[in-house]
């Protein structure tokens, strides 16, 4: 029986663990994608070019993206055909960005993130107080470990000047957090599936609704 594809892209800065906790039904197979590592004042464009012609392997895939991951699955769409989006913890238009987004961009204040801040989640783990906390910092590290300057800092600058003013023509399904505190979900607009007290890490700490709704999602 031939499989339909799914290829999954992680967030900002994280690796393909995040979806190990999601379990697809049979008829489907998956494929993890990583980051590649961006070129000098690459486009946004270029870059999710190089990655259809690394990455991905199969006509008319189903795309699922996280976070920054959901961008880039969304330009991905532009470039070649798919069957489905599912973005997950994201924006479908630079619409959606709340006004820090847009007031980083309006100040350049992209310049002065701290973008070498995930090279010291080893020190921080180590001087933890609390156990919640120490928890927190061992699964940052887990997930959270693309961390080359150049990356981040290109990433964070595509990010605030993506320009997508119009809705995907392909088909497409929106599934975000009510505690977004990333891309608040009052900045998001209909259809999107609203999960309740979900975070941006929704993809790892819901796993299960994403495990017992997969047969509609995938549909």
Do not use: C
């Amino acid at each position: 029986m031939t499989k339909t594809p799914v290829y999954m892209m992680p967030g900002l800065a994280a690796n393909p663990k995040i979806f190990e906790f999601l379990k697809l039904p049979e008829d489907y197979e998956v494929f993890w994608m990583k980051w590649i590592n961006p070129k000098k004042n690459e486009t946004i464009q270029n870059y999710t070019q190089r990655l259809i012609q690394e990455q991905i392997h199969h006509p008319l895939p189903i795309l699922l993206g996280v976070s920054f991951g959901g961008i880039i699955i969304r330009e991905i769409a532009e470039q070649i055909p798919v069957k489905k989006l599912i973005l997950v913890s994201t924006v479908k238009t630079h619409r959606e960005f709340s006004p820090f987004f847009k007031k980083a961009l309006q100040y350049k204040l992209y310049k002065f993130f701290p973008s070498r801040a995930m090279a010291y989640v080893d020190l921080m783990e180590k001087f933890a107080f609390t156990r919640r906390f120490k928890q927190k910092m061992k699964l940052y590290q887990k997930y959270m470990d693309v961390n080359e300057k150049h990356y981040l800092d290109w990433s964070i600058k595509t990010i605030l000047h993506w320009q997508q003013n119009d809705f995907p023509t392909t088909d497409f399904i929106h599934i975000h957090g009510t505690k977004d505190k990333v891309f608040p979900i009052k900045y998001i607009k209909e259809p999107v599936i609203k999960i309740e007290n979900g975070r941006h890490d929704m993809i790892i700490f819901k796993s299960q609704w994403f495990n017992r709704n997969w047969d509609k999602l995938l549909s």
